[in-house]
């Protein structure tokens, strides 16, 4: 039986042909945040009282990553997309060059349809170990941290407009280290 070195940072190197060894990764369990929570997380990025509306207009999961009328998210090289956990599998985004362009991970491309003019809280419900997950649209980049996977967590961003318009989620881990963040859902709600 041969031994794999691991180097000090990075991922196990991975023999040439088919996997000789199965390997499971399971999923954590992840809890939406209320809506209690999300209107609180909302009102600290606006500075200002908002709430939410009782119900999505869009909601996006591994189990129904595309909404014909309110829009879809697609995954650059997701770590797993797992349809019995309904979580997307993130691997974290690594720095492997000098310029920003060189980088390997996992990017979700979500697209939003509002269905009027109005401002709308985008919210990424996640968890994963020290992951700090970022949202990255029109408004710049928010972003909120789990430490442990355990942890329930929301990156929440605030949009005011009409018409289509496009964002990103990705996560990174502390000293540009490879890690896996757990995406369970990417929801917008009109602001009342």
């Known amino acids: 039986m041969s031994t794999v070195s691991t180097p000090a940072r990075g991922r196990r190197a991975r023999p040439a042909g088919p996997p000789t060894i199965r390997h499971r990764e399971d999923a954590p369990a992840v809890q939406r945040l209320s809506t209690a929570a999300l209107a609180e997380k909302a009102s600290g990025v606006a500075k200002k ?32 997309w797992d349809t019995t956990s309904n979580l997307i599998f993130m691997d974290s985004i690594v720095q492997v060059g000098s310029s920003p362009g060189e980088w390997e991970g996992s990017v979700a491309y979500v697209e939003f349809k509002p269905p009027a003019a109005g401002t709308y809280m985008i919210v990424g419900h996640f968890t994963g170990y020290q992951t700090t997950m970022h949202l990255n649209g029109p408004w ?52 009342t």
């Open 140 to 191: 710049g980049e928010n972003t909120a941290y789990t430490a442990e996977t355990t942890d329930s967590g929301a990156v929440v961003a605030l949009w005011t407009g009409s018409g289509q318009f496009e964002f990103t989620m990705l996560c990174k881990s502390p000293n540009n280290e490879y890690g896996l963040g757990y995406v369970e859902s990417i929801q917008a709600f009109e602001l």
């Open 49 to 80: 009282p908002l709430a939410p509306g009782p119900t999505a207009v869009l909601e996006l999961t591994a189990r129904k990553p595309y909404d014909a009328a309110r829009g879809n998210v697609d995954v650059y090289m997701p770590g797993r």
